[in-house]
Nanobody
Framework: QVQLVESGGGLVQAGGSLRLSCAASGGAFSTYGMGWFRQSPGKEREFVATISWNGGTTLYAASVKGRFTISRDNAKSTMYLKMNSLKLEDTAVYYC????????????????WGQGTQVTVSS
């Protein structure tokens, strides 16, 4: 199976930037589509961004488009989420996911999930 571990979360000022990483092991990372999701207390997990196995296709939630960039480095078996112009509403636990799908905005189409990393945006 694939194991996923997120890192890079923390406290950041509104308007600032942060880069999240998702390190994969135990599987053929380069064959999986990947995605980022986030969840705040009392709310449903929501889609953030997704990327195809070769990085050729990306898709973003409207709330983050133009501010966030998803990327992957298959040689390092790592996916990234660069977050710019952070807003208070971006505060959440961010999760990475992997699956056989090309790209997907739906969480239940992914097979593997990381443990999450906390992102807190302050004013």
């Amino acid at each position: 199976q694939v194991q996923l571990v997120e890192s890079g979360g923390g406290l950041v000022q509104a308007g600032g930037s942060l880069r999240l990483s998702c390190a994969a092991s135990g599987g053929a990372f380069s064959t999986y589509g990947m995605g980022w999701f986030r969840q705040s207390p009392g709310k449903e997990r929501e889609f953030v961004a997704t990327i195809s196995w070769n990085g050729g296709t990306t898709l973003y939630a409207a709330s983050v488009k133009g501010r966030f960039t998803i990327s992957r480095d298959n040689a390092k078996s790592t996916m990234y989420l660069k977050m710019n112009s952070l807003k208070l509403e971006d505060t959440a636990v961010y999760y990475c996911a992997a699956g056989k799908n090309w790209v997907s905005v739906t969480g239940n189409q992914y097979d593997f999930w990381g443990q999450g990393t906390q992102v807190t945006v302050s004013s």
